[in-house]
């Protein structure tokens, strides 16, 4: 079995994520989030917020609305650009984006060829020349442009100008928002804008567990500077630090991720410059991570379009609008990252166990309290360890079935540290504390239980 297949079956098994509408027959590329897979969201969600945005002065945090009027996306230049190519096998009718067809093409030949940014034309030409057929053996039809955004309608009457977009980018909610920071907040530059939320974009292409889905959830946030007092390329590996930064502080190794500069034909449309940081996958380095130049384009363009001045006033007068960095974070992309990354096999005493060795910060539980058998003494002792320790996050308790096969529950939730309560604990005031990743068990005072745990977390 693939390592995907077996991150995918323990985060079912395991209430981490499932697949969305399944007793329906599910829905490609869409997914749930269980109670563990929600709890390692938010775990890193937070971690997020607080370097980049409670930690600093300089950063402001909004929510914005999903749905917002349809005349930002065409000022963005999402109406008329925002895409991919598609190709359909003209067999069965299925879809396939042309760029990763003939991606995956060149990959199975050795060629680890990159074709992103070029037009639907000169994919076509690419499939012609290799006779490239569908993953099923069909040919293709004529590749052509598709919009990624999801249309909708709004108001009760259906017709022209009831056309509206769900967000394929949760960057534009900022820019919007510009004037309205200035304006009630009064910041300084150099300074930045933030939020997290959903995005939709209509993918065509099947996604790799939630590598790639039809909703997302994204973190990212714009720093505006003046260009004539701030050097961009600085402010940008400035960013790309504290990326790196992020990326050791949730536990994956800086090892396992690298830096890919895009090149002229693959930029988008409002980027100078961008990298991503990629993660070296089972099926090879993709995007985990990406950080934009966006110049002006945006307030720019909104500027035009809305006829609002987006504008930033120096004390003397002086008038600027302002560049952007933009460094954005794909979260549920990022879940399936931490489980792959975290997830292990081991033989112990001839028996395999699966352990997901996250690092403490994000496990969606803490702590495991362990009553060794069901008897009201220690299930009461138990229970009252368990609200003492509830100040270090969520800690389980569980007090059925044996005390082995909860340990192995536990691993495979992730847990780091389990506590065994049993008839010694009456009498000595001391508990086991078993290691997730070494399972060695030592004994400590109840008393100072907390205190001993509280350390493993820092």
């Known amino acids: 079995m693939e390592l995907i297949e077996k991150v995918v079956d323990v985060s079912k098994r395991r209430g981490f994520i499932f697949p969305s509408s399944e007793i329906y027959g599910g829905m490609a590329n869409t997914y749930d989030f269980g109670p563990y897979g929600t709890a390692l969201k938010e775990n890193i969600r937070r971690i997020w917020w607080n370097k980049f945005v409670n930690s600093r002065e300089d950063i402001f945090g909004i929510d914005s609305s999903i749905i917002v009027n ?11 650009q925002f895409g991919d190519v598609m190709v359909e096998d003209i067999i069965n009718g299925k879809r396939y984006r042309a760029d990763h ?10 060629k680890d060829t990159k074709v992103d940014g070029k037009t639907a034309s000169e994919l076509q030409e690419i499939i012609i020349k290799e006779n490239i057929k569908s993953p099923d053996g069909n040919e293709l039809n004529k590749a052509r442009k598709f919009n990624l955004l999801f249309k909708t309608e709004i108001g009760i009457i259906e017709g022209e ?31 930045g804008m933030a939020q997290t939320g959903k995005a939709f974009r209509n993918e065509i292409t099947k996604g790799q567990f939630t590598f790639r889905t039809l909703e997302f959830d994204l973190m990212e946030f714009e720093y505006f500077f003046d260009p004539s007092k701030d050097d961009w390329n600085k402010l940008f590996e400035y960013w790309q630090s504290l990326m790196l930064e992020f990326v050791k502080e949730i536990g994956i190794s ?18 100078d410059r961008t990298e991503d940081l990629e993660y070296e996958f089972p099926w090879g380095f993709k995007e985990m991570f990406g950080i934009a130049y966006r110049t002006d384009f945006d307030l720019k363009n909104h500027q035009e379009h809305s006829g609002v001045s987006q504008e930033y006033t120096y004390p003397d007068g002086k008038k600027i609008i302002p560049h952007v960095i933009e460094p954005t974070f794909g979260l549920s992309r990022l879940v399936t990252i931490v489980l792959m990354d975290a997830y292990c096999e081991e033989e112990v005493n001839g028996e395999k ?19 060794l058998i069901k008897k009201e003494e220690l299930t009461t002792l138990a229970r009252q360890i368990q609200m003492e ?10 007090e059925t079935s044996a005390i082995g096969r909860r340990y192995r529950k536990q691993d495979e939730i992730g847990t780091p540290y389990c506590v065994t ?32 745990l509280t350390t493993k977390f820092v």
């Open 70 to 80: 349809p005349k930002v996306w065409e000022a963005s230049g999402h109406v008329a």
């Open 101 to 110: 067809l003939i991606e995956d093409y060149f990959q199975q030949k050795g």
């Open 161 to 191: 100008g009831s056309t509206a977009y769900l967000r394929g980018e949760i960057a534009q909610g900022l820019f919007i928002n510009f004037k309205n920071i200035l304006d009630s907040i009064h910041p300084k530059l150099p300074f």
């Open 254 to 271: 800086k090892e396992k991720v690298k830096w890919r500069a895009h090149s002229k034909e693959e930029l988008s449309h409002y980027s």
């Open 353 to 371: 166990r699966i352990v997901l060795k996250f690092d403490p910060k994000i496990a969606p539980v803490k702590v495991a309290v362990l009553p």
């Open 389 to 398: 320790l509830k100040t270090l996050g969520a800690i389980a308790y569980e």
């Open 421 to 452: 309560v049993d008839f010694d604990s009456l009498d000595d005031k001391k508990v086991t504390v078993r290691d997730r990743d070494t399972m060695k068990q030592e004994r400590i005072e109840i008393s100072k239980l907390t205190e001993y």
